[in-house]
C-alpha cells in the first residue's frame, strides 16, 4: 500500500483527477468505479473540466457508481445518481451504454447485483477504482462486519451512515438499506485509491494505515490491494504515526 499526501483538498482533488485524465488517454476503454459523496466532489468536477478543456476522448470509457441508497430516487439531489449525472454524465455528454449505476427503486435488488457483476466482468473488469471512507471505516456501503470476499450485494446500513448520510440531503429521509460494489471488486480492480480529507477523517485513516486487516473495518482492505494507494491531505494524515 502507496501512502501519499498532499497540501490541501484542492491540490488532492487536482492529483486524481489528473490520474482519471491520464488513464483515460493511455487506456481510452478504461472503466472507472468512483464513490459520489463529498470527498469526491472536486475530484469529479475537475475531472469533467479537464476532460473537456484538454478534449480528451472520453466516447470509449466506462463509468460505473459504486454505491446507492435503496429507495431514493435518482432525480433526488442527496442520490449517488443525481451526484454523477450532474457532475460526471451530463457535462461530459457521455452516452447511455457508457456507464452503470445501481437502480435503487428495483424491486429485485438480487437481480440488480447480478446485473452490475455481469456488466463487471463483460467490461473485462475494472481499471480504477476511486472510494472514500466512512466514519465508521466504510468503503461504498461495505460496512463493519462485510464479508470480504461479497462482489455486489445489498445490505442493512449501520446507524452510522443512517446518520452522517443526512447530510447529502435537503429534507430528512429515511435511510435504511444500500446497494453497493463489494470489496472483491475493489481486490480485484487493477488499480485502487481511497481517497479523504479533512480533521474529521484522521482517526479513520489512521485506522485504515496502521490497524490491522479487519472486516470490522472495511477500509482495511486497502492494505491487501498490490498497487493500492490511499490519498489524503495534511488533515487527514495528521493522526499517522509515520
Ligand atoms: P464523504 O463520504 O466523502 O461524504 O465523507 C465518505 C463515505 O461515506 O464513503
Redesign the pocket.
Known amino acids: 500500500m502507496q501512502l501519499k499526501i498532499y497540501k490541501n483538498y484542492q491540490s488532492l482533488s487536482a492529483h486524481i483527477s489528473d490520474e482519471m485524465i491520464a488513464l483515460i488517454k493511455h487506456k481510452p476503454n478504461a472503466v472507472i468505479c468512483c464513490?459520489s459523496?463529498?470527498?469526491?466532489r472536486l475530484t469529479c468536477q475537475l475531472f469533467a473540466e479537464k476532460a473537456t478543456t484538454q478534449k480528451i476522448d472520453t466516447s470509449k470509457f466506462t463509468f460505473i457508481g459504486l454505491d446507492e441508497w435503496v429507495g431514493i430516487p435518482s432525480d433526488n439531489e442527496g442520490s449517488c445518481r443525481y451526484f454523477f449525472d450532474s457532475l460526471v454524465i451530463k457535462p461530459l455528454q457521455l452516452a447511455t451504454s457508457q456507464f452503470h449505476f445501481f437502480n435503487a427503486l428495483s424491486n429485485d435488488v438480487v437481480a440488480e447485483c447480478k446485473t452490475m457483476d455481469k456488466f463487471i466482468t463483460d467490461k473485462g473488469g475494472i481499471d480504477l477504482m476511486i472510494v472514500?471512507?466512512?466514519m465508521n471505516g466504510?468503503?461504498g456501503f461495505n460496512e463493519p462486519g462485510v464479508s470480504f470476499d461479497n462482489y455486489s450485494h445489498f445490505i442493512q446500513l449501520d446507524a452510522t451512515t443512517i446518520t452522517v448520510g443526512q447530510k447529502y440531503f435537503k429534507d430528512n429521509v429515511s435511510l435504511d438499506k444500500g446497494i453497493t460494489i463489494g470489496l472483491q471488486h475493489l481486490v480485484e480492480s487493477k488499480e485502487v485509491i481511497l481517497i479523504a480529507n479533512g480533521l474529521k477523517k484522521a482517526a479513520v485513516i489512521k485506522t485504515a494505515v496502521e490497524g490491522g486487516l479487519s472486516n470490522s473495518f472495511p477500509a482495511t482492505i486497502i492494505q491487501k490491494h498490490p498497487t493500492g494507494v490511499v490519498a489524503i491531505d495534511e488533515e487527514a494524515a495528521s493522526l499517522l504515526s509515520r
Not at 459523496?37 to 469526491?40: I, R
Open positions: 464513490a459523496g463529498d470527498t469526491p472514500g471512507i466512512g466504510h468503503i
